[in-house]
Each structure stands twice: as C-alpha cells, then as structure tokens.
C-alpha cells in the first residue's frame, strides 16, 4: 500500500544515486489481483530485468509474483501494524522450494539492501554500472574510515 513507500523509498533513493531506471506502483497481492496480473503480463517486455517487493502483514506480494515469473523478485519486508515486520519476513522466507524469493532485512535497511542487491544482478551484465556500484561501496568505506571518536 502507499504507507509502505515510506521504507520502499530507501529503495528508490539508491536506485536513483547508481542511475538504475525503475518504476514504482502500489499494487496487493489480495486487493487488486487484475492490477498485479496485468503489470506481470508485460514485466518482461518492458525489460524489467529484478522486482522488489515490499509487503507488511502476510506479505504475499513477493511471493505471488514470484511464482509467476522467473524475473529475479526480492523481498523487503515491512514493518506493519503487528509483530514489528517479524509475521512479514516470516511469511516471504518461507516460500516452498522452486519458488524463491530472496528476502531483506525487515524496513529501511532491507529496503537499501534490496536495491543494492538489484545493482548486483544487473552489474553482472552493465560494467558501467559496476563502477558505480564499486565506487558505492568505496565511498562507504571511507565514511567509516573518517570516524573518529571525541576525546573522553
């Protein structure tokens, strides 16, 4: 639903800074079944190549693409009205065999991580986006490396 933007967003952000395409929808695995089965009818000949998924609750979303696709879809579970996201990554992790679905953290940081597991699949085949994901990951590490602690 659009209250889960607020995590899927993290998505989007990193998408955006490696300049990876992407388009967004609000779609439910339960409230519009149509709406779902038409944007997977036309997934691949829109050259969709990874889907992220985020769903909060019984979080089937993920799953149900996935079981009509062989489109990598990753799952982001959200941090719903109950059991802080926990009943969310219960319920993509544990998709029958030969139906997968990698899944990420519970909320932001799932969020971020799915998008950065994306660029991986794509940089697989797009060196340039390898560079940018490298260079990513460069910039990350100095971050870190740039910390210091204040005197006690």
Sequence with gaps: SISDWDTMKESAKILESLGIPYDRNVISAHRTPDKLDDYMADAPGRGV??????????????GVIASNTIIPVLGVPIKAWSLDGLDSLLSMVQMPGGIPVPTLAIGKAGARNAALSAAAILALSDKDLEAKLLAYREEMRKQVEAVEFPED
């Excluded at 985020?54 to 979080?59: C, K, L, M, N, Q």
Aim: charged share 5%; hydrophobic share 65%; glycine share 22%.
């Design 49 to 62: 190549k990874v889907i992220i998924a985020g769903a909060g609750g019984a979080a089937h979303l993920a």
